[in-house]
């Protein structure tokens, strides 16, 4: 069972929130723009993964309506027509790029669940989701090419995910890729049945939401943090974070019941 969450949703994004707590799912709610971003989606994505910093929240699976996971950004909705200084245009277009930052300092970890078009900056957001779930037919691409554009701020999550030769193919060709293809190049973590796509979903997100709360955040933290430090760096600094995990109560509650073989009953962050 779920509950709509009215405080964290607004007439863009539909937020429901599962009875348990523990996950939360935002659906893009736009489909008459095959649920291209618009300032209001992307504040509301932030709003609900700021809610999970303290809450029960362990994972947040982010979808579109219809069929659809998202277009990109709303080129229907921009006026170039207008006159705008670079720093204003700089400001504006900074709201991507925020949502990126805070899909990494998430409490939760984060599902793309990508069904039909995942395009331009659609594709940067699943990018940048801790996992990306695909439907065998859904298509991936970065086609900002075709209106003389380039996905600058949607590079900064795909390319960490994808070999460089591929990424680049992407972004300068604009083609289309399928999600096995998808996979192939590490943009995909999983590819479902589209006609089980609902039901393998949800297997999923249960198993990821069975995990510990302190365990999600603090292995997030450590993942993201040393990924970018040398092998030296990264050694010492996961040593420590090791040590601060083992000294949780999450931790002494994982051994004690896999010793006793039953459940664990995870504590809050």
Not at 157 to 168: N, S, Y
Not at 232 to 237: D, L, M, P, T
Request: hydrophobic share 40%; with cysteine.
């Amino acid at each position: 069972m779920v509950t709509h969450n009215d405080r964290l949703g607004n007439e863009d994004l539909d937020v429901t929130v599962s009875d348990d707590g523990l996950v939360a799912r935002a659906i893009i709610d736009r489909p008459a723009v095959h649920n291209a971003l618009s300032d209001t989606v992307l504040t509301g994505l932030v709003d609900v993964l700021n809610a999970t910093q303290g809450s029960d929240i362990r994972v947040v699976v982010i979808r579109g309506a219809d069929g659809t996971f998202c277009s990109g950004g709303d080129l229907q909705g921009m006026d170039e027509a207008k006159s705008r200084s670079m720093d204003q245009r700089r400001n504006g277009s900074s709201s991507l790029a925020d949502l990126f930052d805070h899909l990494i300092d998430a409490d939760a970890l984060t599902v793309a669940a990508v069904q039909g078009y995942c395009l331009a900056g659609g594709c940067g957001l699943a990018a940048g989701c801790d996992f990306v779930l695909a439907a065998d037919e859904a298509e991936f691409g970065t086609p900002e090419v075709n209106v003389g554009m380039f996905p600058m701020q949607a590079m900064a999550a795909i390319m960490p995910t994808v070999g460089e030769k591929k990424g680049l193919k992407m972004m300068f060709t604009g083609e289309h890729i399928d999600a096995t293809v998808a996979e192939d190049i590490g943009l995909v973590t999983d590819v479902l049945d589209a006609s089980e796509f609902d039901a393998e979903l949800d297997d999923y997100v249960d198993q990821l939401a069975r995990n510990s709360p302190v365990m999600i955040s603090m292995g997030k933290e450590a993942y993201y943090t040393q990924r970018d430090m040398t092998f030296e760096q990264s050694y010492s600094y996961l040593k420590e974070m090791l040590a601060l995990l083992m000294e949780s109560e999450d931790h002494k509650e994982g051994v004690n019941a896999f010793v006793e073989d039953r459940q664990p009953e995870w504590g809050k962050r």
